[in-house]
């Protein structure tokens, strides 16, 4: 089995920064990795993505040049910095894991084995 434990969300105003982190333990390696979020009263949509090399990234278009995601792969833990947030950004963001050898940078939830508990990101106008 695996587990993700997210952090780093806080309370923060417009044009501030987070960086979000995501520890994995267990026996089973996780390839592409990716942060969604969910808004209350909207569906979880993605965000960010990355393959286990790095070779493929992709981004929502909404946080395009202003996320950044990364990963360590000697720590098992992938981050998602955010700069210039913004109110809308405001959501509980997950960190979800694909078990897939092959996998690269999906944005489609179904894609993912493996999805953390969360950790809520509040932006204040």
């Known amino acids: 089995q695996v587990q993700l434990v997210e952090s780093g969300g806080g309370l923060v105003q417009a044009g501030e920064s987070l960086r979000l982190s995501c520890t994995a333990s267990?026996?089973?390696?996780?390839?592409?990795m990716g942060w969604f979020r969910q808004a209350p009263g909207e569906e979880r949509e993605f965000a960010a993505a990355?393959?286990?090399?790095?070779?493929?990234?992709t981004y929502a278009d909404s946080v395009k040049g202003r996320f950044t995601i990364s990963r360590d792969n000697a720590k098992n833990t992938v981050y998602l910095q955010m700069n210039s947030l913004k109110p809308e950004d405001t959501a509980v963001y997950y960190c979800a894991g694909d078990r897939t050898v092959s996998a690269r940078a999906g944005s489609r939830k179904d894609a993912y084995d493996y999805w953390g508990q969360g950790t809520q990101v509040t932006v204040t106008s």
């Open positions: 990355i393959s286990w090399s790095g070779a493929y990234i």
């Open positions: 267990g026996s089973t390696s996780l390839y592409a």
